[in-house]
């Protein structure tokens, strides 16, 4: 066995160390800003407005990194994700909020976001 293929066979081992770790995963459908006397003013039955429009593309993080953007469907019930972009790699590397608020940062692999 020559040096790579033993170097090969310690990274995959390394991996799958990994594979089992669970992270939080948020599907994130917009945000807003609110002042502090709204937000006590909200009861059962109050609607929130957030800044980006139904038919925009909702954001999947995990662990706080903006990951992919999709469009949300129902499967059986519940909320999932069409994903139709993938963030940039450098995208990923930052939370998300710093990722959308820098120009240029949020682009996506396969072209603009």
Do not use: H
Not at 22 to 33: C, K, M, N, Q, S
Not at 82 to 92: C, G, K, L, T, V
């Amino acid at each position: 066995m020559n040096s790579n293929t033993a170097q090969d066979g310690a990274t995959s081992s390394n991996l799958d160390l990994l594979k089992d770790i669970e992270l939080p995963v948020t599907l994130r459908f917009g945000r807003t800003r609110m002042p502090l006397e709204s937000l006590v003013r909200l009861n059962t039955g109050s609607i929130i407005e957030f800044e980006s429009a139904a038919d925009e593309p909702v954001e999947l993080l995990v662990n706080g990194r903006l990951i992919a953007r999709g469009e949300a469907v129902i499967v059986q019930n519940c909320y999932g994700i069409r994903i139709s972009e993938i963030a940039a790699p450098q995208a990923r590397l930052l939370p998300a909020a710093t990722a959308i608020s820098e120009k240029g940062v949020g682009e996506t692999a396969g072209g603009g976001v």
